[in-house]
């Protein structure tokens, strides 16, 4: 069975809903998974925005979201989950705000992409207090068994 990744809240390229975007109350969307493989140690969780700032002419991908050891017996995350109620062990990196914990959709002009994107490894990264996205992908380097992804879309409605 493939590592396959699902949200309640928006299927796959379907718009994300407004409680969880800058529009709304800016909570993290409900995520589950399953299939992870055999021998898998940790999981990381990596949401970015490709299309930043304009999707015509993207200059950036602004992460929005960044965990990592989360278990591999954890089979997904509650909506508007916290730091406190992150599964024991789950660590955060900080996202292009500078800021741990998650930060929703809030396109400047036109509708975006958000990738979130789940990584199955063999290891179980050290504490590296709050990396950024580029420290745990380069930390992941060698380690990635299997990753699957859904991507959420969203425009701000003026």
């Known amino acids: 069975m493939p590592l396959t990744l699902t949200s309640t809240a928006f299927c796959h390229n379907g718009e994300i809903p407004v409680r969880s975007t800058c529009e709304g109350d800016?909570?993290?969307?409900?995520?589950?998974?399953?299939?992870?493989?055999a021998g898998v140690k940790s999981l990381v969780l990596i949401v970015d925005d490709p299309d930043a700032p304009d999707p015509k002419a993207p200059k950036m991908t602004w992460v929005h979201w960044v965990l990592y050891n989360i278990?591999?017996?954890?089979?997904?995350?509650?909506?508007?989950?916290t730091t406190k109620k992150l599964p024991p062990g789950t660590l955060e990196g900080i996202n292009d705000w500078k800021q741990s914990g998650y930060r929703g959709p809030c396109p400047p002009i036109g509708r975006h992409r958000y990738f979130h994107k789940l990584y199955a490894l063999d290891t179980v990264l050290p504490d590296m207090n709050r990396p950024s996205k580029a420290k745990i992908k380069s930390a992941m380097e060698g380690h990635i068994i299997s990753q699957t992804e859904i991507v959420g879309t969203y425009q701000k409605s003026h």
Request: hydrophobic share 35%; no cysteine.
């Open 26 to 37: 800016d909570v993290s969307p409900p995520l589950s998974w399953s299939g992870v493989p």
């Open 71 to 81: 278990p591999p017996s954890a089979t997904g995350l509650p909506e508007a989950v």
